[in-house]
């Protein structure tokens, strides 16, 4: 009751000064998931409820706090939802707790995850403008990530995902998940993410069936994230652990270069055997090349002597003929 009334008589105070951020234009999820299509930068402050009797109250004041004192507010586009109606979204990882504080950026949301304070949410927006995360396809993936032919652009980790929410309502939280995780440890690891609707040799190579899967790519091996089912933490939370520390647990897979299962070290030893028997059969050859001709060059020259001695006595036989005739 005591904290209750607290509450209350700050949020009164902060919407003294048109502060509060019941003032944020309040928007639907819905409505939302079209809304940040239409801004560049969206900042969305999330609950379910009431927020002066259900929310943290320690967090709404941070928000509040933030929007006192940022000096960017004309880039970002502030609004609020309220969940109450829906259990979560295409959008919302369900285990983070309330309220929670996104942030889209073309469309694409991260979920803030540190301290709530007016100066870290400020930090947070400000280094978050842009996606850490790295569109693949079939034409780009081994390319860009060499997952199976080297693994010296660093270590990957990819999500295959589908966006037909219908099939996958689990693939768009595992997108916010990886973002998340992305704008905390980018500067350590890269990331990707790959629509298999548009990639469909890539579903097949890593036999995909059913997305979303999450595979860190490290030294030629492959790891497949799973999501720890006694686990209170965010997926994003999770997710930093198991590319950090977690996948060790795991003996890894070999990364394959196509869905016949050829790999890196299967090409590497085909091209050692094929090295080898070039290296023995082309002396042989070019051997046999010289020998064939060699031969061809005295059955010439045998010819020609045979050729030059008919003709030796052919001239002998005339003149003697000519020498009879003579006498």
């Known amino acids: ?11 009164l105070s902060l919407k003294s000064f048109g502060l509060a951020s019941d003032e944020v234009k309040a928007v639907s999820p819905l409505e939302l998931t079209s809304y940040v299509v239409d801004h560049r930068l969206t ?49 919302y ?39 850490a995360v790295q569109e693949l396809t079939d034409d780009t993936f081994e390319h860009d990530t060499q997952a199976a032919t080297g693994a010296t652009t660093g270590d990957w980790l990819v999500l295959f995902y589908s966006t037909d929410y219908k099939t996958c309502p689990l693939c768009m939280p595992r997108v916010t998940s990886l973002q998340t995780t992305a704008s905390r440890l980018r500067s350590r690891f ?36 799973e999501t720890g089912s006694q686990s209170s933490d965010p997926i994003s939370t ?58 061809k060059r005295q059955k010439l020259e045998k010819k020609s002597k045979s050729k030059s001695a008919d003709d030796s006595d052919s001239r002998s036989s005339s003149s003697r003929s000519a020498r009879q005739r003579r006498v």
């Open 1 to 11: 009751m005591l904290r209750f009334l607290l509450v209350s008589l700050t949020m």
């Open 238 to 295: 999770q997710l930093a652990a198991f590319i950090t520390e977690g996948y060790k647990s795991q003996s890894g897979q070999t990364v394959l270069l196509d869905a016949m299962g050829h790999s890196s070290s299967m090409l590497r030893s085909l091209l050692t055997i094929a090295g080898v028997l070039v290296a023995i059969v082309v002396p042989f050859m070019l051997a046999g090349a010289f020998l064939e001709r060699v031969a």
């Open 190 to 225: 890269v990331f990707g993410k790959v629509n298999l609707d548009n990639s469909p040799k890539l579903k097949e190579r890593f036999a995909i069936k059913t997305p979303p899967a999450l595979y860190l790519f490290r030294k030629g091996l492959m790891y497949r994230f």
């Open 93 to 131: 990882d369900d285990q983070q707790s309330l309220p929670s504080l996104l942030f889209y950026r073309d469309a694409s949301p991260i979920v803030y995850g540190g301290e709530w304070t007016a100066d870290l949410i400020s930090m947070w927006f400000s280094d978050s403008q842009e996606s």
């Open 43 to 91: 900042a969305v402050f999330v609950y379910r409820g009431s927020c002066a009797t259900q929310c943290s109250w320690r967090r709404q004041l941070a928000f509040d706090g933030w929007l006192q004192s940022t000096d960017f507010l004309d880039d970002i586009v502030l609004v609020q939802t309220d969940i109450s109606s829906t259990r979560t979204g295409p959008w």
